[in-house]
Each structure stands twice: as C-alpha cells, then as structure tokens.
C-alpha cells in the first residue's frame, strides 16, 4: 500500500476507521519532510495493514492547528481511535519500526481506561 494524503474533511474519519493510522504532518519545503518522505513510503509498502497518511500543513493549516503542530515533520500514531503517539523530527527507518510495532502491541483497554481517568481529574480539578 502506498500513502495517501488526507485532509480536514477526510481525517476523523480516516483516523476513527482504521485500526492504525500513522499520519506524517509535512510541508514541501521542508527538507527534513522530504528526506524523511521515503522511509514513510517504504514503511506503507511493508505494513498495508496500516494507513500511512499524509498532511501538508501548508495545505491544512487549521488541521495542523488543531493537532497542535508545531514543528514539522511531526508522525503522530492513532490506534482505535486514540492518538497515542506524537513527535516532531525525523524518524529512522528501525525507529519508525519499533513505534509501529509498540502501537501494535499496546492493551487499547488500558490506553482507554487511562485517558478516562486523566479527563475525569482534569475535570474534577477544573471545577
């Protein structure tokens, strides 16, 4: 499977819909975003069991805005739904890996009960 790229309209959808969704936040002229380009490319050949999306910030700016992007590139990991990953920079190919393998492998129920447990106190400390 190769990348495909996504946008404000097609993103909560792409993301809810998917088991996996790696989504590499770019711009043309970035030259990190290009260098890192093939290595996304070649990590959605070997796992089209993952949608391997696409961003440009350029193009998505309230997107970028709403992820809270700051500097680019930025890979941030969905599972289910739930982003559970988000980092700026380049990323090896073996480092890319070993995301997709612990984005693979974490307990979702436990990710779940954890983001409940966290917007329950952020709520009781807000009131």
């Given amino acids: 499977m190769t990348t495909r790229n996504i946008g404000y309209e097609d993103f909560e959808s792409t993301v809810r819909d998917n088991d996996i969704v790696l989504v590499d936040f770019w711009a043309s002229w970035c030259g ?72 693979a492998a974490l307990d979702m129920d436990q990710v779940r009960a954890t983001v409940a447990a966290r917007k329950a106190k952020s709520h009781s400390t807000a009131g």
């Fill in 32 to 103: 990190p975003c290009r260098a890192f380009a093939p290595t996304f490319e070649r990590s959605a050949a070997s796992h089209p069991e993952i949608v391997h999306a696409k961003v440009d910030t350029e193009q998505e700016p309230e997107l970028a805005a709403l992820m809270e992007i700051r500097s680019i590139p930025t890979i941030a990991a969905f599972r289910e739904g739930v982003l559970v990953f988000s980092q700026p920079g380049v990323l090896p190919p073996a480092a890319l890996e070993d995301l997709i393998s612990q984005v």
